[in-house]
């Protein structure tokens, strides 16, 4: 146990852990599409896993309040990158390397023959961004020395044809 007293190991530790998960959701998301929503009286949050990206939007307005509650979904069926934007306007969007930012519109029409406008905001970013710097610097935690312990070692070594006192 004494391989985990210094705080940096267990920082490596930990960062480890989180790049191990990240990574897990990374793999599943290819073949899986997962959801967290978040709805609100006035919006709604949703957190998405699917094709190599983590999603957040906000969806607003919500045409009839309802109370706040958590729900999750899960769907095998992942849908392409292209089809995400069937039917919708798009008012801004920035994408490169596999990020993308916008905000978009979408019509929605009620049986009844009324209709209104959801408007949407949207963050998309990969997961190889949260891996990779996490993988670094758990191996930099891990695998290499501080500063503070190198002098340490350095100090208490014994140096040949020099006395040394006992303590």
Known sequence: MSDFKPLRRKLGIVTL????????????????????????????????????????????????????????????????????????????????????FCTFSRDENVPGGSSWTLEFDSWEIPYWSIVIPLTAVSAYLLLFKSCNEAVANDNTSVRPGVPQLDR
């Open 17 to 100: 852990i989180l790049a191990c998960a990240f990574m897990a959701g990374w793999i599943r998301s290819q073949t899986n599409l997962d959801s967290l929503f978040r709805l609100n009286q006035m919006d709604t949050h949703v957190l998405i896993s699917f094709n190599g990206r983590i999603c957040w939007e906000r969806i607003w307005p919500v045409r009839t309040p309802r109370p706040s509650r958590w729900l999750y979904r899960h769907n095998g069926v992942v849908p392409s990158f292209e089809d995400q934007w069937e039917g919708c306007d798009i008012h801004w969007r920035v994408a490169t390397l596999g990020f993308n």
